[in-house]
């Protein structure tokens, strides 16, 4: 009986030295509140500073020094939160800077604006740069245009031995590119005009980069040339040709990425996405064909052309402007699976390009150029004969002479004394717009280059001035 009872003792013993030996969460140092731990910082630093021991005194100088490296290095050291915030405080200044040089540019017996006013400045500005850079608003160009000087002219710089057959521009327009059907592909300097070289791979690193053996006779890839499109962040420069492949290149160090293989025949144009890296690569298969070149992936093909395709255009939306010899031009909605098709008067369309989301403009092997609106299935204008060659010493914006009346610009055939009518020359074989504004460009086989002012509220183009070419 002792025993058990001793047991009984021992066991409640034991419990109650647990019991004891609990202790309170105020007690725990990880639960210490900050300013206790303030205090017992505080309390160790007097003790340190307090030592006797000069040596001590000495090593804890030295780790203080580190410490302090250490926070420097943490001080220099941005968080991508601190980065943005430091690029928006200069983003800001910028456009003080302008809104203040807009106030000092009026008259002098204005009030001085208020710091609101200023800011509100500021945020029209901000908000005016990016409805321009997403396409939601025109920006007025061609008004402000001033005739190219002949007499200064501008150099044409002949680098490339085979015909070019493809031109390329940066969105920052600080770089150009151009390809030959010998295949080489020319980076240029737009301000200098200095060209660095791509260089392609061998055949078995562009096996191993995805490409696929060459068919029928050719014993090896054909690098002849016939696109080029260039990615909106000015990162990847995309290229395509006669071996069927489209080659992604790496424009920072001018290296080939990756080939990608799918099309059957010769890949005619190519077109970035605005703001992305999506990529449209058009063939002479009658495909055209959606890629992602950030994850290097295929995405879908899109079929309708019944003839090989010739030209494409894309803007931000996921929307395919394309062209090709069935002489008809078709709108693709890639996310709604369905396309609009666009037929012009009999004749056979040769390229297209955006003004916007709704209007676009095409070329044709007649010499004409027709502007388009997404509602309507005909050309709301054509210009007639426009690349047809003048007299000598004429230009095209002698509007107040008879050699282009208004009449000539509306729909129709009309001859006018002193043209020449040529087919091949008058042929619109290329046309692009200034992206988000009233300004276009064509080219044809006269030997030079048109500049066109769109007055879509009119629905009219009006020709501005030629830009010789000799070469």
């Not at 008259?107 to 001085?112: F, I, L, P, T």
Request: proline content about 3%; charged content about 35%.
């Amino acid at each position: 009986m002792k025993s058990k009872n001793e047991k009984k003792r021992g066991t409640s013993a034991t419990k109650g030295g647990l019991k004891e030996k609990k202790f309170s969460l105020k007690n725990d140092p990880f639960f210490e509140t900050e300013s206790k731990k303030r205090r017992k910082m505080d309390y160790e630093d007097d003790n340190i500073e307090s030592g006797d021991s000069e040596e001590e005194a000495e090593i804890l100088g030295a780790s203080d020094g580190n410490g302090g490296e250490d926070e420097d290095e943490n001080e220099i050291e941005e968080t991508p939160g601190e980065i943005r915030k430091r690029v928006a405080t200069e983003l800001l200044g910028k456009m003080r800077a302008i809104a203040r040089k807009e106030k000092e540019g009026r008259d002098g017996d204005e009030e001085v604006e208020e710091e609101e006013a200023r800011d509100s400045l500021v945020a029209k500005i901000l908000q005016q740069e990016q409805l321009e850079e997403s396409g939601r608003i025109k920006r007025v160009v061609a008004s402000r245009l001033k005739k190219p000087e002949t007499a200064d002219g501008f150099r044409v710089m002949v680098k490339h031995r085979h015909t070019v057959t493809a031109v390329a521009l940066s969105d920052d327009d600080l770089k150009g590119f151009s390809a030959s059907k010998d295949g080489t592909i020319l980076q240029w300097d737009v301000e200098s005009g200095k060209t660095e070289r791509y260089q392609w791979p061998s055949e078995d690193i562009l096996k191993s980069h995805g490409a696929k053996d060459p068919r029928g006779r050719l014993k090896k890839h054909s690098k002849s040339v016939l696109a080029l499109a260039v990615s909106s962040d000015g990162r990847y420069l995309a290229s395509g040709g006669l071996d069927r492949h489209v080659h992604l290149w790496d424009i920072r160090t001018r290296e080939h990425l990756q080939a990608f293989s799918g099309h059957q025949k010769p890949v005619s144009c190519l077109s970035f996405r605005q703001g992305t890296t999506d990529l449209f690569s058009g063939s002479f298969d009658r495909t055209i064909k959606y890629w992602n070149m950030e994850d290097r992936a295929y995405i879908d093909t899109i079929c309708g052309h019944e003839s090989e395709v010739l030209t494409l255009d894309c803007l931000r939306k996921e929307r395919v402007l394309t062209v090709g010899r069935d002489r008809c031009m078709m709108l693709f909605k890639v996310l709604d699976q369905s396309r609009l098709v666009f037929r012009p008067p009999p004749t056979s369309l040769e390229c297209c390009c955006f003004i916007n989301n709704d209007e676009f403009l095409s070329g044709s092997d007649d010499g004409s150029i027709q502007l388009w609106n997404v509602l309507r299935k005909k050309p709301v204008y054509i210009v007639k004969n426009a690349h047809a060659l003048l007299p000598a010493g004429q230009n095209v914006e002698q509007k107040g002479s008879e050699i282009i009346p208004d009449n000539c610009l509306e729909n129709g055939d009309h001859k006018i004394e002193g043209y020449n009518f040529s087919s091949t020359y008058s042929w619109v074989s290329s046309i692009s717009v200034c992206r988000g504004s009233d300004l276009a460009a064509s080219g044809a086989g006269n030997g030079c280059v048109r500049l066109w002012a769109i007055e879509t509220g009119r629905k009219d183009i009006q020709p501005l001035y030629d830009v010789p070419l000799v070469s």
